[in-house]
């Protein structure tokens, strides 16, 4: 079994899946940009939700779930169709069992959020109703964790990506990866089958460098280093990530 990375045709934006080769199948997803377009059968744009609901791994009740959901930036054409199409709130008050399969909201194990991206993605424009959700549900799971000393199951977990600022991220150390840190593994479990390198955002700057940062577009960038195939760790795979990073980040 070979790792494998799947690019949904979105246009505009992002929305990519990657399924590492190891024995649980872990899936990362990256972003979002489902349509609303797609709902209507004599339009064109392509029905990725049903296309990603396909490649997904389902939990012991039945529910659709992704291991990893990184958010790049909230841009609209980046979190499109997230409020609609995925769970948000505990897991305990998952209320789509009776729904068709295809209808059911997909879980998400553990997000991979950034609080700096989002802060300086405010100063640009107001965040998007999707992005405004995505950002409730992290600062839920960040409030989780804080409680539980950075401890949490599958539905609350939860990496911040990059350092905030006036140190609003330093209690978060087990849970907090900062610019350059490579972390193993996938939703709170080591393994030989993933590594990821973060390269971005950078933590804050001074008010000049800050302001030009802001104007960018300021996104996640991982470098992955994956295992190639399940009977050879040792060969490896390697995907570059980066939202829409301007030439300053």
């Not at 899946?17 to 349509?35: G, H, K």
């Not at 080591?190 to 973060?198: C, E, G």
Request: a negative charge; one cysteine or more; charged letters at 30%.
């Amino acid at each position: 079994m070979s790792s494998k990375i799947t690019f949904f045709p979105v246009d505009n934006g992002d929305m990519t899946l990657i399924q590492i080769c190891n024995p649980l199948r872990s899936t990362i997803l990256i972003d979002c940009n489902i349509r609303v377009a797609a709902d209507n059968k004599s339009d064109s744009t392509p029905d990725v939700a049903k296309a990603l609901r396909e490649q997904l791994n389902v939990d012991g009740d039945g529910r659709p779930y992704v291991d990893v959901m990184l958010l790049s930036h909230p841009d609209k054409d980046h979190c499109s169709g997230f409020e609609r199409h995925f769970w948000v709130g505990p897991l305990s008050d998952y209320a789509d069992d009776d729904k068709e399969q295809g209808e059911k909201r997909i879980i998400i194990r553990q997000i991979w959020s950034s609080p700096m991206v989002f802060r300086r993605a405010n100063r640009k424009e107001p965040l998007c109703s999707d992005a405004k959700v995505f950002k409730a549900e992290a600062r839920r799971r960040v409030r989780v964790n804080q409680e539980n000393g950075c401890s949490a199951l599958d539905g609350d977990r939860i990496l911040i990506l990059g350092e905030d600022q006036d140190g609003k991220t330093d209690s978060l150390g087990p849970i907090l990866i900062k610019e350059g840190e490579s972390f193993n593994g996938i939703n709170g479990q080591s393994s030989d089958f993933l590594t990821s390198h973060l390269l971005a955002p950078m933590a804050p700057q001074d008010d000049e460098k800050e302001e030009e940062l802001s104007r960018n577009d300021s996104s996640v960038i991982i470098n992955f280093d994956m295992a190639a195939s399940q009977e050879n760790t040792t060969q490896r795979s390697r995907f570059l990530t980066g939202g829409d990073a301007g030439v300053s980040i």
